[in-house]
């Protein structure tokens, strides 16, 4: 987890062979405050290193980027702001050139980035690295940047250079690297570098749900299809006659078949149209709703290509599975089938079979997206039912930056800064009736993470290198009341108090997944234990989920606050008060402490935990949307084949009646073969379901995709829905009049 530093971005700058540019920059925003408005604005600056817009190819909206002179030190600090932001600070065209207050400095705005880009996301303003108080991380020539890996690069690909060179390459410089800060890679643990297609940064943990949604859509557009061929070849047997009659009085096959084209194509439009409409609904829907907002940075919207897109598809699939029936329909000889029409017969065994085929085919792809559905529904119903290891209700959390004050950044003044300004506001907090507890901590579990938040290598003092562990480690500060406001249980030994402070010796909190793995069986032997490079353990407490509810228990390292005190806090408060009430008593304690302080991302931390199922709370929603289309395509797709064999069978079963035949029978008899179609189609999509199951594990959580009650719901649903869509064409067989059928035939 750990980045890079800014002399070994500077290292692949000067690869030529490889790189048309290569830029640096932070592994997360720097938290600024806006100054100068009616209240302190929280902003997300990213300071980088090296043509960072170069690398995109893209233009600004307004006004230009930074160049080289502008990153000379001693020049004007300038920003450059997200489209976003320029329009929240009121969309001013005016705006280059004017001068605003970060970071309690002056910085010039120079340009406004195209509306959409956001790259990472959430930054809302770009500065050079010397403009920014992260300047030293990014800095190449800096004497500590050997320990600090804070640093992210991106570039941009010389034509022809293959993944599997860079790979190679990118690992030989990796190689050069440790030989020259061996201690560094040691500390870190293994190491590799990785180098990832832009497209999958942005999509992210999302590309593996995209992808199966496209399937999803592919499983329903060949539905349709289904649907489309089906219908189109009762529609050319139902007029067989009409054709025959036309072809006999000289009409050639081609006119024939292209009228049939023009009026499937007259279809297509009109359910185009209506299928764009609907399409705009469900974004709509699907937009608003709060997981597609956490997990897809840019609006839902349809555009030129998308719909392009559909319309080819809609014209393609209209020509193929609408004309092939009528052409088949056009080359039967003209006496044949007037022979056939006389007789009343129904249609050859051919045509039968690929209209039952058409129903299984649509049975199974509907039952595909419905186990898929269903399986992500149960994976998430598993996710939710997950201990993190503490309690999340009732609790509210905010993040804080108390701006750096130039001449005070450091050293014993900054650290009493920092502690007098986050203890005077836990105690202002806690004396609110309503208010069970609060405290603070430097990167708080699914939530900001801080400066602390980084994965380091920890090892025991006194043991031998062949007795060494070495686990990574997630290491954070903490107020002496964060355990108890939190719920996470002290199993052995002390919790902090504010005795331990910098003129006391350094002490630090270990978690049970940590002191399993450096003292298994005897946990407890671990107090009184020394952590190389953080300090003496004197307690143990319960392991918690940090990011992810879904993956492992991380092992962590707790450092008092007092001894590692920093600008940069989350403040968790245990309330039965309500968001807003907090974000306003919050607000109003942080304005008599320090105005120049902004207080942001005020949540509940059941939202936050929520936050990170926002793909699977996506792909839930979306898959219910097409697995409820893909039902309902199927159930008329049954009704509609169904219907259609009652109609070629009114002489054979007016016969079944008239000689004695129950109607329950005659009933039956329908319902049972749609049934069956149903039955098939159920095992073929649940074999299919099985084979591909492997391309489905984004979505599960707790068990296989073999999992029997969702198999046994589906198939419920499914065959339930077969059952409904066969009883109507069958209760009207069975209440037909076998004398008046007769007669008309």
Request: proline content about 6%; hydrophobic content about 50%.
């Amino acid at each position: 987890s750990a980045g890079l530093r800014a002399s070994e971005v500077s290292d692949l700058m000067d690869r030529r062979d490889l790189f048309q540019a290569v830029a640096g920059y932070v592994y997360r925003p720097n938290n600024a405050n806006l100054s100068g408005a009616r209240e302190t604005q929280h902003v997300a600056l990213l300071p980088t290193l090296g043509p960072f817009f170069d690398v995109f190819g893209i233009r600004p909206h307004l006004g230009r980027f930074y160049n080289s002179l502008d990153e000379a030190e001693g020049n004007t600090r300038v920003v450059v702001l997200s489209y976003g932001f320029w329009q929240a600070l009121g969309g001013d065209p005016e705006i280059v050139g004017e001068v605003i207050q970060l970071e309690n400095e002056s910085y010039e705005v120079i340009g406004v980035l195209p509306r959409g880009f956001e790259y990472p996301r959430g930054v809302q303003a770009w500065t050079p690295h010397r403009a920014s108080r992260a300047q030293f991380i990014l800095d190449p020539e800096w004497e500590g940047g050997e320990c600090c890996r804070l640093v992210r690069a991106i570039a941009r690909l010389q034509p022809g250079v293959s993944p599997a060179r860079l790979r190679t390459e990118l690992t030989s410089a990796m190689a050069v690297w440790a030989q020259q800060f061996p201690d560094l890679y040691t500390l870190l643990g293994p190491v590799e570098i990785r180098a990832t297609p832009l497209v999958n940064s942005f999509a992210g943990q999302l590309r593996p749900i995209l992808l199966l949604l496209m399937g999803a859509a592919g499983f329903v557009l060949l539905i349709a299809c289904a649907n489309i061929a089906s219908l189109q070849l009762v529609r050319a047997m139902g007029r067989s006659k009409e054709i025959a009659v036309r072809v006999a009085l000289g009409a050639k096959r081609g006119a024939v078949v292209r009228y049939a084209a023009t009026e499937g194509l007259l279809v297509a439009a009109a359910g185009g149209i209506l299928g764009v409409f609907l399409g705009w609904l469900v974004i709509l829907l699907i937009g608003r709703s709060s997981a597609a907002q956490i997990a897809i940075s840019s609006p839902l919207q349809l555009d030129i290509v998308v719909l392009l897109f559909s319309t080819i598809i809609t014209v393609v699939a209209t020509l193929i599975f609408g004309t092939v029936p009528a052409l088949r329909a056009a080359h039967v000889q003209p006496g044949d089938a007037l022979k056939a029409v006389t007789r009343g017969s129904s249609a050859g065994p051919g045509s039968n079979r690929f209209l039952q085929g058409a129903v299984v085919v649509q049975v199974a792809l509907a039952f595909i997206l419905l186990l898929g559905t269903g399986l992500a529904l149960r994976s998430l119903a598993r996710l939710l039912t997950i201990d993190p290891g503490f309690r999340s209700d009732e609790i509210i959390t905010m993040n804080l930056f108390l701006p750096v004050i130039p001449g005070v950044s450091g050293g014993e003044t900054g650290s009493a800064r920092s502690i007098a300004f986050y203890e005077g506001l836990l105690e202002r907090l806690t004396a609110v009736p309503g208010v069970d507890a609060a405290a603070t901590v430097a990167g708080g579990p699914f939530g900001f993470q801080g400066d602390l938040g980084q994965r380091y290598v920890v090892r025991v003092v006194g043991r031998s290198e062949s007795e060494q562990v070495s686990p990574i480690v997630y290491t954070t500060a903490v107020s002496p009341n964060y355990f108890p406001t939190m719920g996470i249980p002290l199993i052995a030994g002390r919790p902090f108090t504010p005795a331990d402070d910098a003129q006391s010796p350094r002490v630090v909190i270990i978690n049970e997944r940590l002191a399993q793995e450096l003292f298994p069986g005897e946990e407890e032997e671990g107090i009184g234990q020394e952590l190389q490079g953080y300090g003496t353990i004197v307690g143990i407490v319960g392991s918690v989920k940090m990011t992810d509810l879904a993956g492992p228990v991380e092992s962590a390292v707790y450092a008092p606050f007092r001894q590692a005190p920093i600008y940069e806090e989350t403040v968790v408060v245990r309330t039965s008060l309500p968001t807003n009430t907090i974000a306003a008593l919050a607000r109003s304690a942080v304005e008599e402490l320090d105005p120049t302080t902004a207080v942001f991302d005020i949540a509940p931390l059941n939202a936050l935990i929520n936050r990170t199922l926002a793909p699977q709370y996506l792909a839930l929603v979306v898959l219910g949307w097409v697995g409820a289309l893909a039902l309902l395509l199927a159930a008329v797709g049954i009704y509609g084949v169904v219907n259609y064999s009652v109609s070629k069978r009114v002489r054979e079963i007016a016969i079944r009646l008239a000689l004695g035949a129950p109607p329950r029978s005659i009933t039956g008899s329908v319902v049972l073969r749609g049934f069956t179609l149903a039955c098939i189609g159920l095992l073929a999509g649940g074999l299919v379901f099985v084979a591909i199951g492997r391309l489905l594990s984004a979505l599960v959580f707790g068990s296989g995709i073999l999992d029997p009650l969702n198999f046994l719901i589906g198939a419920g649903i499914l065959a339930a829905i077969a059952v409904t869509a066969s009883l109507a064409p069958a209760l009207s067989a069975g209440r037909a009049d076998p004398i008046l059928t007769l007669r008309e035939e």
